[in-house]
């Protein structure tokens, strides 16, 4: 049976994104960076100070991931950039699709052997317009097309097994892959059939367990299913349009969520105040940290 929790947690973090988005725990500074991909911005919190911080950006970010102490892995509407930690100047690293194709990156993470998922959509959301992407050593390789809105990119912790979603299409897929090098060994299936629920697969994160942590968009929780399929928990959250869960703390046992309002009016926006924000979910969990891109 499935186990509901009501929200016990806390705004992490008020500020109220138009698309919350692409957050990652580093455990060497410890701190949280994330995404506004429509407000092209990047926030950075500092645990040991509260302190928050925030870069505009020259593109639309959507995806960071550590390298070292010093240097992160962007994705964007144009490519692949390295980025300097303490200067936050950027440099480009490799292009993953012509921007004649009118596309951004959305949903990202990076497997176990430290290659990238990184996934694409048209701008508008245009069906079929994007394609999720594998990345090592500056080789791209297109793993799926024909995807309109990749989300929940994440993988077991042993690395052989990856999960995504076309968000539009509200099916969780299971692919089977090399634990060595991240590229699928075969054909992707159906793991969990989201579409007679309320709302929609976005972001996802596997903890040291193997269980998937989902952020169901427009449905305001984050549900909990095992490596079986099974739908463990439910956990409520205060704004409907949640985006993408990711650990925190050096032993990885918090969980944050972010949000977004884009798309609601003002009546919608008056009706779901904090849809936007950034949220601790209240529950300890199992969680991992993820891993660092190897370039």
């Known amino acids: 049976m499935t186990s509901h929790?009501?929200?016990?947690?806390?705004?992490?973090?008020?500020?109220?994104?138009?698309?919350g988005e692409g957050p990652l725990y580093d455990p060497e500074?410890?701190?949280?960076?994330?995404?506004?991909?429509?407000?092209?911005?990047?926030?950075?919190?500092?645990?040991?100070?509260g302190s928050v911080i925030t870069q505009a950006l020259p593109f639309m970010g959507s995806v960071i991931a550590r390298i070292d102490g010093?240097?992160?892995?962007?994705?964007?509407?144009?490519?692949?950039?390295?980025?300097e930690v303490a200067s936050g100047a950027f440099s480009p690293y490799c292009e993953l699709e012509p921007s004649s194709l009118g596309n951004r990156s959305n949903d990202g993470r990076v497997h176990p052997s430290g290659a990238l998922w990184i996934g694409t959509m048209g701008k508008d959301a245009a069906t079929g317009a994007g394609a999720i992407y594998h990345v090592a050593n500056q080789t791209v390789t297109k793993l799926f097309d024909k995807v309109s809105i990749a989300n929940s990119i994440c993988f077991s912790p042993d690395g052989a097994t990856g999960y995504f979603v076309d968000s539009k299409v509200n099916t969780l897929m299971r692919v089977p892959l090399d634990a060595a090098t991240g590229l699928p060994t075969g054909d992707a299936s159906l793991f969990i059939d989201g579409r007679d629920r309320p709302g929609v697969f976005d972001g996802s994160v596997c903890d040291a367990?193997?269980?998937?942590?989902?952020?169901?968009?427009?449905?305001?929780?984050?549900?909990?299913?095992?490596p079986q399929g099974r739908h463990l928990a439910r956990y409520d959250l205060p704004a409907q349009r949640v985006t993408c869960p990711a650990f925190i703390g050096r032993n990885a046992d918090r969980l944050i969520v972010t949000s977004c309002w884009e798309g609601l009016d003002d009546t919608g926006r008056a009706a779901d105040p904090l849809a936007g924000a950034t949220f601790e979910l209240g529950a300890t969990v199992e969680g991992r940290i993820e891993p660092a891109f190897k370039l």
């Open 209 to 226: 367990r193997g269980d998937i942590w989902n952020a169901r968009w427009g449905g305001g929780g984050v549900d909990r299913y095992d």
């Open 70 to 83: 010093h240097r992160h892995l962007v994705a964007s509407d144009q490519g692949l950039f390295l980025r």
């Open 5 to 19: 929790h009501p929200f016990g947690g806390k705004v992490l973090d008020e500020t109220k994104l138009a698309l």
């Open 29 to 49: 500074l410890d701190c949280l960076w994330w995404f506004d991909i429509l407000g092209q911005s990047l926030r950075q919190r500092d645990f040991a100070t």
